[in-house]
């Protein structure tokens, strides 16, 4: 039975993705930034955002 693109695409991430280290890739490390956007402005960019995507018509 011929494999399918599913069964190929997981049999490469299983034998080239599992133990692989990306370079420069340090999330959840202490290496990672911190951002200078506090939760407070967060929020508050996120309401913005809200706002501007009910106020604008969308195609």
Do not use: W
């Not at 494999?3 to 990306?22: G, P, R, Y």
């Amino acid at each position: 039975m011929p494999a399918t693109d599913e069964s190929l695409i997981s049999s490469f991430v299983e034998d080239n993705m599992s133990n692989a280290q990306i370079a420069g890739y340090t999330y959840g490390t202490n290496e990672a930034a911190r951002s200078t956007v506090s939760e407070e402005e967060l929020d508050l960019l996120k309401q913005t955002e809200l706002y501007a995507g009910l106020a604008s018509p969308h195609p």
